[in-house]
């Protein structure tokens, strides 16, 4: 079949419930899109050659757990794996042009994602069992949300790029050196979340969106929003102290 169709570039598999592995694709050099969805059965992923494939998307494979062989995914640009109740873990592979990450609804998925220097957004939702998700190092990030892993534990050392950041719902939470060019900040309802004592959120100049919770056990050196001129949607939840960290002269 490859053979005979050179220039498909966008194919979509779905609710084919007897498919339980990874067919041939090796022919469809043009291929640029994947997708996979409602296979019930789906297992495995073989190895392939895909040299033009930019975009692939996994859903709701129930019986899908991992993979190990994607040395030929070079240009793969977009991955979304979501609704796939068994997914444990992606094994250590190369993503050198990967740009967009989603992972959600993935409930036994516990570690192992893997993350090339072109990352530039990152959303992970509904994964109970993931403790640990991130590098140290992701020099192109820009976008990241960790919502609803309620056992996770992150730490945001120096993201240079960042321009949004949403963790909701998580465990531990450790953040240091956020970046000036930040432009939505949203920390809530985490169990623990600690700020390094150089990291004082008071110079984000182009700041538009900041909500913060301290419900839970937070620790944050000062909080101070009379430099926040761009700022335009706040949300304050569990202030502890007798007074807000602002006057309300700001708003006028």
């Not at 070079?74 to 050198?96: D, T, W, Y």
């Not at 970046?179 to 900040?185: G, V």
Request: charged share 25%; net charge negative; with cysteine.
């Amino acid at each position: 079949m490859p053979q005979q169709l050179p220039s498909l570039q966008k194919l979509s598999i779905d609710n084919c419930n007897e498919l339980e592995e990874w067919l041939c694709l090796e022919g469809f050099l043009s291929l640029k899109e994947l997708s996979i969805s409602g296979c019930a059965k789906f297992k495995r992923v073989l190895p392939q050659h895909l040299p033009s494939l930019q975009k692939l998307s996994i859903d709701n494979c129930n019986e899908l757990e991992e993979w190990s062989c994607l040395e030929g995914f070079l240009s793969l640009k977009e991955l979304s794996i979501s609704g796939c109740a068994k997914f444990k873990r992606v094994l250590p592979q190369q993503f050198p042009s990967l740009q967009k990450l989603s992972i959600d609804n993935c409930n036994e998925l516990e570690e192992g994602l893997c993350f090339g220097d072109m990352l530039k957004e990152i959303s992970i939702f509904n994964c109970p069992e993931l403790k640990r998700a991130l590098p140290q190092h992701l020099p192109s990030l820009q976008k990241l949300e960790i919502i609803d892993c309620n056992k996770l534990e992150a730490s945001i050392l120096k993201f240079d790029s960042i321009i949004e950041l949403d963790i909701q719902r998580c465990d531990r939470i450790f953040l240091n050196e956020l970046p000036t060019s930040l432009k939505k900040l949203i920390i809530h309802e985490n169990r623990s979340t600690e700020f390094s004592v150089e990291q004082n959120l008071v110079n984000f100049p182009f700041l538009e969106e900041l909500q913060l919770d301290w419900s839970g056990s937070v620790k944050c050196p000062s909080l101070d929003l009379c430099c926040y001129n761009s700022l335009c949607y706040l949300t304050i939840k569990g202030w502890h102290s007798s007074s807000l960290p602002l006057e309300l002269h700001l708003f006028t």
